[in-house]
């Protein structure tokens, strides 16, 4: 009996994968076939998506990419997270994914991620509605009333966390600008102190972001529906405060974004859609902005020549400022060159933004290349910017490659590009000016071994140790 449901399910089995070879052959023998680019598909259901996370799981998740790339050119088609994937190591193509609309690519996610961003989603959500939020976000966090805020909570939250570090203990670095990015991102969304409610939010927020590459099976004790309750509960105390603001009176000058969305005369900006984008954009205060921040710090300690020049640049800075008797000002950290080129090629190496993913709504054409509707396209960011062909030793950390060189070039998009260019790039800059300043002219360490994880978020493995000596006054 055993044998008989060993052959039927065998036999189940072979008709899907047969099944499932004739749809994607019926699929490629399309007018289009010819402009395909190369590549393949790999297995059948799962393509080519192990190989994709075991390479991204290791200190070269470009490996993938340059595998294929080598035999079958920078655009190349393959299999991954279950669908027929384009692609693109090519900066061009990039760039015209990146800054495509909505009738040519809409934005493509895993399902769990889809799942508990909702559809109203910034992520998510296309045409006018999408760039009217975006545009108004865009303006608010351009604005010299956030910078001044968002300068004065950094300082404040960075001297705070810093003023506990001691030398007979490690500090760890990602650990310390989680926190600070997490206070300082909040209060500019909805204007929340620390205390009692911050802790609660974090905590949530924590369980949240757990489920966001989780499977997408929303039932109780699964990954994700823990994540979906945080979520709500999350989205619970953003209504307060709105239903707070419109009880008191929305003020006509904005103080965070929730003032800004809420001033805005568009009917579909509802209540719901406020306190969902709010809690989708607090998740550039757990990973990319103090990810910058620890990676800037695990690069400095391996390239001692950048380091002193940065802390020379720093102290300068800090000795005129302490004789005219004023303090720093959101301009005086940007103004800094050298430290902004330390950000710029930490943003090049670090790669946070790996890539991007769309489908296409229509067959499009690029470069000679068809890609089919239907099909997801990877514009693969990261391995530009380690392309040695862009870059002359890319894997190299040298910050003085961008001394008067254009950052605004196809070949450097560390936070996307287009209608959908991360909003928050000039304050991300602003926090890890302001954290390097804090840093180098206050301390001097010594960093322990640690190695960069780059999937499914990147982070450090260790999170990011050192030990700390401070510098006599």
């Given at each position: 009996m055993d044998n008989i449901w060993i052959m039927v399910v065998t036999a189940i089995f072979l008709c899907t994968v047969i099944l499932y070879r004739n749809r994607l052959r019926l699929m490629l023998k399309s007018k289009h076939r010819k402009k395909l680019p190369l590549g393949t598909l790999g297995w059948p259901f799962i393509g080519e998506t192990l190989e994709f996370i075991a390479c991204a799981y290791t200190d070269r998740p470009e490996s993938f990419m340059d595998k294929r790339r080598s035999m079958y050119g920078k655009v190349f088609k393959s299999h991954i997270f279950g669908s027929p994937t384009i692609v693109s190591t090519d900066a061009d193509v990039n760039k015209f994914i990146l800054q495509s609309d909505a009738k040519i690519f809409i934005p493509s996610y895993?399902?769990?991620?889809?799942?508990l961003m909702g559809e109203s989603s910034i992520l998510l959500i296309n045409g006018s509605l999408q760039r009217r939020i975006h545009g108004l976000i865009g303006a608010f966090f351009k604005s010299q009333q956030l910078k001044a805020q968002i300068t004065r909570d950094m300082q404040k939250y960075v001297q705070e966390s810093m003023a506990n570090w001691r030398e007979d203990y490690p500090i760890y670095i990602q650990d310390e600008t989680k926190k600070i990015a997490f206070q300082v991102l909040v209060k500019a969304l909805i204007s929340l102190d620390p205390g009692e409610e911050m802790d609660l939010l974090?905590?949530?927020f924590q369980e949240f972001i757990s489920?966001?590459?989780?499977?997408?099976?929303?039932?109780?004790?699964?990954?994700?529906?823990?994540?979906?309750?945080?979520?709500?509960?999350?989205?619970?105390?953003?209504h307060r405060t709105i239903q707070a603001r419109r009880n008191s009176g929305i003020s006509k000058v904005p103080k965070d974004v929730v003032d800004v969305l809420l001033n805005d005369a568009n009917e579909k900006l509802t209540d719901d859609l406020i306190a969902d984008n709010t809690i989708d954009m607090m998740i550039p205060g757990e990973d990319s902005v103090p990810v910058l921040m620890t990676l800037a710090t695990k690069y400095l300690s391996e390239c001692p020549a950048a380091l002193q020049q940065l802390t020379e640049e720093n102290m300068e800075l800090k000795k005129l400022k302490d004789q005219l008797g004023e303090p720093l000002c959101w301009s005086d950290?940007?103004?800094?060159?050298?430290?902004?080129?330390?950000?710029?090629?930490?943003l090049r190496m670090g790669n946070i933004i790996i890539g991007a993913m769309r489908k296409a709504v229509k067959d499009i054409e690029i470069k000679g290349y068809i890609i089919p509707q239907g099909w997801c396209v990877l514009a693969n960011l990261r391995s530009v910017h380690l392309d040695e062909k862009n870059?002359?030793?890319p894997y190299q950390?040298?910050?003085?490659?961008?001394?008067?060189?254009d950052t605004s070039s196809c070949y450097f998009t560390p936070f996307g590009g287009g209608q959908r260019l991360?909003?928050?790039?000039?304050?991300?800059?602003?926090?890890?000016?302001?954290?390097?300043?804090?840093?180098?002219?206050?301390?001097?360490w010594y960093a322990e071994e640690d190695a960069i994880v780059n999937f499914p978020t990147v982070r450090m493995k260790k999170r990011m140790p050192i030990w700390v000596k401070r510098v006599e006054p």
């Open positions: 895993p399902k769990s991620l889809m799942k974090k905590k949530k489920g966001l590459m989780s499977l997408p099976i929303n039932l109780p004790g699964t990954k994700l529906h823990q994540s979906l309750q945080a979520k709500k509960k999350m989205v619970k105390l953003v950290y940007l103004s800094l060159p050298f430290t902004q080129t330390v950000i710029t090629e930490t870059y002359e030793r950390f040298n910050p003085w490659r961008w001394k008067d060189k991360c909003p928050g790039l000039d304050l991300a800059r602003l926090e890890a000016s302001i954290f390097l300043h804090h840093f180098v002219t206050q301390f001097r």
